[in-house]
Structure formats: C-alpha cells, structure tokens
C-alpha cells in the first residue's frame, strides 16, 4: 500500500496529538503543526523520518500561505488535510465581546477555511485528496453559554457540506468529524471563557460553564481510539459526509434530528400554503 501523506493542523495536544501519533504507528507520513518551537524541534528529533513538523499559527495567513508552498515543494503531495487546530469559547451570548466572537471565528472558521482554500489546488492538480474537518456535535446543537463556539463550528460544517459536493466528481472526499467530550485539554488548555458574566444567565451559561470544569478529566471519549476511526475513515471507498463520535455525539445528533423534525410536523401546513 502506497505511504499516504497526512497534513495536521495542531498536534501539540489532544485528538490531534493522538492523531498524529497513530498515523505514523500505522506507516504513513505526517506533516504536522506546533506553536512553540521547542515543540517543532523536540518533534522533528524524535521522528526524523516518519514525519515532519512546522511552526505555525493558523491565524497568521502570510504564515501559512508560506508553509503550505514549502509543504509540496518539499514533500510534491497532501493525501490527507486535516484541519484539527481550533479552540473552545464558553458564554452567554450578551456576555461575548465582539473581540473575543472575532477571535474565535478567526480560528475556527477563517483559519480552516483559509487551510483549505490553499490545499484544494494541489489536490486538484492530484485528482485525489481527502479533507477530514475537526468539528464536534457543537457543529449540530447549539447549547446555552457554548453559542458563539456552536456558531464557529455551525459555519465550519456550512462551508464543508457545499465544498464536498463541489469536490466530489473531482476525487476528492470530505468528511465532518463530529466528536463529543473527549478526554483531552480541550476543556483546560486554551479554552477560554468571555471576560464578561451576566448575573442573569447564572443558570443557563453560567451552568454551562461550571459543567465544563467538573467534566474536564472525566470526558467519556477516548483520543487514541478517535484516532483510529479517523484513519479507519480514510481508508473507506466511500467515505460519509459526517462522522460523529462517542456515545453523547450520538445522542446530540439524535435529538437535534427529532427537534427538526418536530418542528417540521408542527409547520408543514403553514409551509406549504407560504407559496403563490
């Protein structure tokens, strides 16, 4: 089997640590990116000719602009992108200032979509590729004092399910990795809340964000095992558009499908009548 090459945004940490890890466990050659150097160098030492790591922040697009030409200078491919840097964002909506919902939306949405933009040529030029977006059930659900996150990962999935249709008939797939809680530092680490707290929403966000902090640690997902069923991914034939996972994704995904569809139930009618 032909060694794939695979392109991981932020394997410092987390599912994409663990991603990464497996990757070059499994024979394949990973590309992968830190934000401190000492990380790059410790990484590039330890795995000299299984992979090869940048510094890079995703946010700064002259950076990565630069990176991804020197990636196919150096290496002629990308058989699998992986768009997995990004952060968490807890708060009510009025609490959110327009700086902190910018800089969230930077990461999350305009970084990836950036990544993307520049990757897809080359895959073009390939005929083949496989895109594998990090989103999570919050690409589905929305939930109280998680909003502005959900809207980051609303516009991730918005994007990436008319890109794969765009993609398709050129061979290239595209698949919404959807995970739930996973036992990462997802909820640590650079997850950060808004600066302001509203005593009204104590209940609703507030609870939110006091549930983040007795999870952490605790999270029902496995990393390592994500990391498998992502790879498993890949190597599909026909890989799907979404691709929830753990137990809770599964649920969040349910019962959104059953609120949708309960809400179209309740307004066929009055659908159906708004017409000429």
Wanted: proline share 3%; hydrophobic share 45%; glycine share 8%.
């Amino acid at each position: 089997m032909t060694q794939k090459i695979w392109f991981i945004t932020g394997i410092s940490s987390g599912l994409g640590k663990a991603l990464a890890q497996s990757v070059i466990e499994k024979g394949d050659f990973v590309i992968g990116t830190f934000r401190q150097q000492q990380q790059v160098d410790e990484f590039n030492r330890a795995y000299s000719k299984q992979a090869f790591a940048y510094l890079l922040d995703i946010c700064n697009e002259e950076q990565v602009k630069a990176s991804i030409e020197n990636i196919y200078a150096q290496f002629k491919k990308i058989d699998v992108l992986v768009n997995n840097a990004g952060f968490g964002f807890a708060g009510a909506i009025e609490e959110a200032s327009m700086a902190e919902v910018r800089t969230v939306m930077e990461a999350n949405f305009f970084a990836t979509l950036h990544i993307t933009q520049l990757v897809l040529p080359y895959m073009r030029t390939q005929k083949s590729g496989h895109i594998i977006q990090i989103s999570s059930q919050a690409g589905i659900r929305a939930t109280p004092g998680f909003g502005i996150y959900n809207a980051s990962k609303f516009a991730l999935e918005g994007f990436s399910e008319a890109l794969a249709q765009e993609i398709a008939p050129l061979n290239i797939a595209l698949s919404i990795v959807e995970p739930g809680p996973f036992r990462t530092n997802f909820a640590a680490g650079s997850f950060k809340q808004a600066a302001n707290t509203i005593a009204d929403y104590a209940e609703t966000a507030g609870a939110f964000r006091a549930r983040m902090d007795q999870i952490n640690g605790k999270q029902e997902g496995d990393p390592a095992k994500a990391a498998l069923a992502i790879i498993e991914l890949v190597n599909k034939e026909n890989p799907p558009l979404r691709v929830p996972l753990g137990k809770i994704a599964i649920q969040a995904l349910t019962a959104k499908i059953a609120s949708v569809q309960k809400d179209l139930d309740a307004g066929r009618e009055t659908a159906e009548n708004a017409i000429f």
